[in-house]
């Protein structure tokens, strides 16, 4: 039982750069979650998706872009990186809004 | 504008004491609050949870109180053993609402 699994676990991309982060949940949850943890900051949400085919913005959306694929995915791109984006990136999700929310273990993405 | 704060950064208690974690929040429409526990390189996980009709919830060892007048909610570890050593942040929301708002966390360390 893998619960939440996002790739990659580590990412190093050079300003303007592109990339997307997966994630993935076996627990038939309807909502997915993505944050960014920062030091001092807490974790802050950047875009959730309460069920597939919808998708609304957190707290943080600017530069970011996400795709609910499926029930099971929930995807976070970045179109064109920037150093201020780096940071350690969770997805989450949980079967009621809200609720006990279950956490993938986290991509930790620098900007350089 | 921190709408959930966790004053204390840090937080050191003697094995088989009791830890005290508090958490302050400022928005009155909140009515769920929730704690999750997390280690070094690992997602969030969840502790324990409450909602406002209640100002008490017990789960073993771990117990949250909430004083809605005072906009304030606390966790208690009854007795800290070394594995509770970890960043301990809580969160609060409206039921029916998909956002989480977070706190900065505190970490505790349980000193053998």
């Known amino acids: 039982n893998a619960g939440v699994t996002q790739t990659p676990k580590f990412q190093v991309l050079k300003t303007g750069q592109s990339m997307t982060l997966q994630c993935a949940q076996d627990m038939n949850h309807n909502s997915m979650y993505w944050y960014r943890q920062d030091p001092g900051m807490g974790l802050r949400l950047i875009y959730y998706s309460a069920s597939e085919g919808t998708t609304d913005k957190g707290e943080v959306p600017n530069g970011y872009n996400v795709s609910r694929l499926n029930k099971r995915e929930f995807s976070l791109r970045l179109e064109s990186a920037a150093p201020s984006q780096t940071s350690v990136y969770f997805c989450?999700?949980?079967?009621?809004?809200?609720?006990?929310?279950?956490f993938g273990q986290g991509t930790r993405l620098t900007v350089v | 504008d921190q709408q959930v704060k966790q004053n204390s950064p840090s937080l050191s208690v003697q094995e088989g004491r009791i830890s005290i974690l508090n958490c302050d929040y400022t928005?009155?429409?909140?009515?769920?609050f929730l704690w999750y526990k997390k280690y070094p390189a690992e997602g969030p996980t969840f502790l324990i949870s409450?909602?406002?009709?209640?100002d008490k919830n017990e789960d073993g060892r771990f117990t949250v109180f909430l004083n809605k007048s005072a906009k304030h909610l606390s966790l208690h570890i009854v007795p800290s053993q070394p594995g509770d050593s970890a960043v301990y942040f809580c969160a609060a929301a409206n039921f029916g609402n998909e956002k989480l708002t977070f706190g900065t966390g505190t970490r505790l360390t349980i000193i053998p």
């Open positions: 989450a999700s949980s079967i009621s809004r809200p609720g006990e929310a279950f």
């Open positions: 409450i909602s406002s009709i209640k």
């Open positions: 928005n009155s429409m909140f009515d769920y």
